[in-house]
């Protein structure tokens, strides 16, 4: 059997080095438009910044490797032209001779990633993309020439990891975002939080904007502003290349990738196509989309080294679990955010905690901010986000493992973690997400979010700040009143309303306040999250601008 496969790095590779382990016969013939067919694609970035000293770190194998030990033909330099699905043939061009040649093939595996967007604007053409090892060629050799400013286009995962990166080369950098907040997949009171860190360390953030042209050493912005930028870095996301796929006559699917079934076979049932250009099945409701992650990239070219040998294969549905650094911070997310469940119309609840990333008594502990998202009826875990300095990670995965394995909220109590004070709590902060979820779904407390505060204020609830008057003092929600906790029982007869909205630091000793109030005959509800939440929320930026 003679097996092409077009594109290498993570999913060309793991399918071409899979099928020779299950096959030892079979011709297998690798095309790679670039120069490099298997290396680091998530470590460019920080090759920029000097992080990862040397190019050769990132580069995994090469042709000469992959043929020594798999005995792999790999063509790098080689650009697929066009499919013939009928004579099942592929026109390639040799990239360094021009020459061109048909190469026929029995099963065709499509990894061809997918490419950055670039906008039709003036100017643009000076702007570097970062996808590549010869894109990190390229951005390295100006950023060697010591730009003074850098402008990055895009507040995306890769945005802010150059921007980070650019950063620590002491270049004065500036990161353009149309939308309101970077990271997309994060809701905006957890954006927030990263937006912070990254102006803490001197980006020159643009919200809200977006580049209208660029000159020689600058770039205007749709808000009439310019900004000087001698180096641009275009990193406002990628689009399948299905180019070749469409010209097969491919069916292309409603996201604009190659529709694929459950073994990742095409419309025609001998071409597969994985990674980044195919569709993917979202775990949560089964709706096409698009995921452009290594790890999903590499279980495609598995499924479909196993189903062109004859395995048997299990569907892979993806939940989108994705992590990044921005500087101090760690940032993960998985499943679904609000602003997603919100336009879907799907009922939900949210949790916001700060805890610490292990026991606060031992030294070191660095506090985090998560947020679980789940079914308000049934508990099923729908989305969670992280943003912390450590401990991030392990929660984020946990919970992804629980979204997998049909976990509920609830049931996250129930969790047998490690635990030592090095590492973790008694309760982990996993297992406090479980028993704040237990509490809302059995209705032994309601909760408030951060952007329903005023709201409940236009409708009667006055709101009652539990923490000490030292805490108070030193910032709250407007028109709070303040009634710590440990004095509800003597002072409860100075509430004028019995409709309360209650606040504390981080949303526990609210919880405490709540029910306390609940049982002298209030209708309170406690504040998810508490004033940490808030004073980091959208609403509490607007409350700085109008005062």
């Not at 990263?194 to 580049?211: F, T, Y």
């Amino acid at each position: 059997m003679k097996i092409v496969i077009i594109g290498g790095v993570a999913g060309g590779m793991s399918a071409a080095t899979r099928l020779r382990r299950l096959d030892a016969n079979s011709e297998i013939i690798v095309l790679e438009k670039s120069g490099f067919v298997s290396y680091a694609n998530c470590g460019l970035p920080y090759f920029v910044g000097g992080v990862i000293a040397e190019e050769k770190d990132l580069l995994l194998q090469t042709p000469e490797s992959l043929h020594a030990r798999f005995r792999l033909d790999v063509r790098i330099h080689s650009q697929a032209l066009k499919i013939d699905t009928r004579t099942k043939t592929i026109l390639v061009r040799n990239l360094e001779t021009s020459d061109e040649y048909l190469l026929p093939f029995d099963k065709l595996v499509l990894s061809p990633g997918a490419s950055p967007i670039v906008p039709p604007i003036p100017g643009i053409e000076r702007a570097l993309t970062l996808r590549t090892v010869e894109d990190v060629e390229r951005i390295v050799a100006s950023v060697a020439t010591k730009p003074k400013s850098a402008l990055v286009i895009g507040g995306g995962f890769i945005g802010v990891e150059i921007a980070e990166n650019l950063v620590h080369k002491a270049i004065d950098t500036t990161v353009v975002e149309a939308a309101d907040q970077v990271l997309a997949p994060l809701d905006p009171e957890m954006a927030t939080l990263v937006a912070d860190e990254m102006q803490l360390h001197g980006v020159n953030l643009k919200l809200g904007v977006s580049a209208v042209s660029l000159t020689e050493s600058s770039v205007m912005l749709s808000d009439g502003s310019e900004v000087s930028a001698e180096l641009v870095i275009m990193a406002i996301g990628v689009r399948p290349d299905v180019e070749l796929a469409s010209q097969a006559g491919l069916v292309i699917g409603i996201r604009k990738g190659i529709a694929v079934d459950e073994f990742n076979r095409t419309s025609d049932h001998d071409i597969y196509a994985i990674g980044d250009v195919a569709e993917k099945t979202d775990a949560l409701d089964g709706s096409a989309t698009l995921v452009p992650l290594a790890n999903i990239a590499n279980r495609h070219g598995r499924i479909v080294a196993d189903h062109i040998s004859g395995r048997l294969t299990r569907p892979v549905k993806t939940i989108g679990t994705a992590i990044v650094k921005v500087f101090d911070l760690t940032i993960a997310t998985t499943g679904w955010n609000e602003k997603k469940l919100n336009s879907s119309g799907r009922a939900h609840m949210s949790i916001h905690t700060h805890p610490n990333s292990h026991a606060g008594y031992y030294p070191d502990a660095k506090q985090m901010t998560l947020k679980l998202i789940f079914d308000s009826k049934s508990g099923e875990i729908l989305g969670a986000q992280g943003v912390g300095v450590e401990g991030v990670d392990k929660r984020i995965d946990v919970l992804a493992t629980a979204i997998r394995g049909g976990i509920t909220a609830p049931e996250l109590a129930d969790l047998e973690l490690a635990y030592a004070p090095p590492f973790g709590s008694a309760k982990d902060p996993v297992n406090m997400l479980g028993y704040i979820a237990e509490n809302l779904l059995s209705g032994l407390v309601e909760t408030a979010q951060w952007d329903q505060i005023q709201k409940y204020q236009e409708h009667g609830y006055l709101l009652v700040d539990v923490r000490s008057p030292a805490e108070f003092r030193n910032g709250s929600i407007p028109g709070a009143i303040n009634l710590p906790v440990d004095e509800i029982r003597e002072r409860s007869g100075e509430l004028t309303t019995k409709n309360l909205l209650v606040n504390c630091q981080v949303g526990q000793r609210g919880h405490t306040a709540t029910l306390l109030l609940n049982e002298l005959g209030f209708h309170a509800l406690n504040l998810d999250g508490g004033y940490q939440t808030w004073s980091k929320s959208p609403a509490s930026k607007k409350e700085l601008i109008k005062n």
